[in-house]
């Protein structure tokens, strides 16, 4: 009798190769679709039928004919697919990679920073819980946030969070005030002035392209500030030939597989630590994600209540967003 460990180990002595072909036929035998971030490992990438950030990831979870969603990203993600589409098997390579910013706002404490401000709407960053999301007007991304903001009346208060980098960034490009959540991504709020400073000295040729998670004292010195697919975009259609990244280095991978010719070098966070890695969405590995769909799990599931607050938020952003 095959037992799971007998499985695994068998999983564990497969090349990336046989994995992949293993992958592929399983998708098609469950009309299994796969989705993952751009911050994941290049061979997740290279099996996935559509590498995104998360309003991308978030349209491709609501648009789909596929039975099965392969979601290899961190929690909150998987879990706004599943809010998405209740009817689906939602499945996650390691339901463990969980976000450290979504965490860091707790639902009690969200509700009563809410209720210090009655007067508010809460447009809310998609890195959160389906709890946060619940008890938020509209959900919004780093790609979309600024479209939204501007289609709120300018008397209307809002506040912004979890990401308070990001809502910085917001109140300064759209001379806004809000009220602020203080959370951060670590990955980006590790970035130091003084190291890019440094990494833009020691490659003076090379522009340097931030992502609006970063601290304000790092985008000053960016050629350009966007999402990770605005920073995308931007390397493909920017005459530079290298660019210093300051955001998650798993881009690099697409970047320089639609930019073969350029040079793209990992922002530096410190000189023991040159890059500022997401260890939770490199927790997403190709045999993690073949037992997955092997196993048909593990399964992201939703509370049916919860789900249904916390949909009108994501559907009111991809109303505002079309």
């Known amino acids: 009798m095959t037992t799971p460990s007998d499985i695994q180990a068998e999983v564990a002595n497969l090349s990336t190769e046989e994995l992949i072909v293993r992958v592929q036929a399983l998708k098609k035998e469950l009309n299994a679709i796969i989705l993952a971030h751009y911050y994941t490992l290049p061979e997740i990438q290279q099996v ?15 648009k789909n004919t596929a039975d099965v969603i392969v979601f290899a990203g961190v929690y ?16 996650m390579p390691d339901p463990g990679a969980g976000c450290p910013l979504a965490d860091s706002c707790a639902e009690e404490e969200f509700r009563a920073f809410r209720a210090g401000h ?12 389906a709890a946060i999301k619940a008890l938020s007007d509209i959900t919004c991304t780093s790609s979309n946030a600024e479209h939204i903001i501007r289609q709120i009346p300018p008397e209307q208060k809002i506040i912004f969070g979890p990401d308070r980098n990001l809502g910085a960034y917001l109140v300064k490009k759209l001379n806004r005030e809000m009220i602020l959540w ?3 991504c670590y990955v980006h709020d590790a970035f130091s002035e003084a190291y890019m400073i440094q990494a833009c000295a020691m490659y003076p040729g090379a522009e340097l392209i931030a992502h609006p998670e970063c601290r304000e004292e ?20 920017s005459p530079s030939q290298s660019y210093i990244v300051a955001t998650e280095p798993g881009i690099i991978y697409e ?3 639609r930019s073969p010719g350029k040079t793209f070098i990992p922002a530096p966070k410190d000189p023991s630590n040159p890059r500022s890695v997401c260890k939770q969405m490199k927790q997403n590995t190709l045999d993690k994600l073949y037992l997955a769909m092997l196993n048909r ?5 939703v509370d049916a209540t919860l ?16």
């Open 76 to 91: 909150f993600m998987a879990e706004t697919a599943k809010i998405i589409n209740p009817d689906k098997l939602v499945l």
């Open 218 to 237: 790092v985008l000053r010195h960016a050629a350009f500030v966007g999402s990770t697919a605005a920073l995308l975009d931007y390397t493909v259609k």
């Open 182 to 184: 203080q959370g951060f």
């Open 118 to 129: 009655p007067d508010a709407i809460a447009i809310t960053y998609i890195n959160s819980t």
């Open 297 to 301: 799990s593990p399964e992201i599931t």
């Open 48 to 62: 996935a039928d559509i590498v995104g950030d998360s309003l991308a990831l978030a349209r491709a979870a609501e």
């Open 255 to 257: 970047m320089e597989r």
């Open 307 to 322: 789900r249904e607050e916390a949909l009108k938020s994501i559907r009111k952003m991809l109303e505002m967003s079309a």
